[in-house]
């Protein structure tokens, strides 16, 4: 079984920055397709980024156009941790952010649906205040 659990979430102003951490307990850490969605309310979950396990220790990340040059995904493969620094924060990135997991290779558009994905964390809440 694998569990994920986020932190870092909060409120900060226009402009700021938030570094949010997941966790994950259970298998080979560094095999695992990891991403990050976000669900702003009364909206879908969106997909944010991406760090896709291509096999040994290759990975490649990816982010929706709407973050791309603000946010940036890293792990820790030591430690089992997947952060998401997230800089010049927007208010329309307000909401709730996911940790996810996949085990294995995705390819990079199965990798932005949340379908792809099998282990969720609880969520972690994003207020950014204009």
């Known amino acids: 079984q694998v569990q994920l659990e986020e932190s870092g979430g909060g409120l900060v102003q226009a402009g700021g920055s938030l570094r949010l951490s997941c966790v994950v307990a259970?298998?080979?850490?560094?095999?695992?397709?990891m991403g990050w969605f976000r669900q702003a309310p009364g909206k879908e979950r969106e997909f944010v980024a991406a760090?896709?396990?291509?096999?040994?220790?290759?990975?490649?990340?990816y982010y929706a156009d709407s973050v791309k040059g603000r946010f940036i995904i890293s792990v820790d493969n030591a430690n089992n941790m997947v952060y998401l620094q997230m800089n010049s924060l927007k208010p329309e990135d307000t909401g709730v952010y996911y940790c996810?997991?996949?085990?294995?290779?995705?390819?990079?558009?199965?990798?932005?649906?949340?379908?792809?994905?099998?282990?969720w964390g609880q969520g972690t809440q994003v207020t950014v205040s204009s």
């Open positions: 259970g298998r080979t850490f560094s095999s695992y397709t």
């Open positions: 760090r896709i396990w291509s096999g040994d220790t290759t990975y490649n990340a």
């Open positions: 996810a997991a996949s085990f294995g290779h995705l390819m990079a558009a199965r990798a932005m649906g949340s379908y792809a994905y099998n282990y």
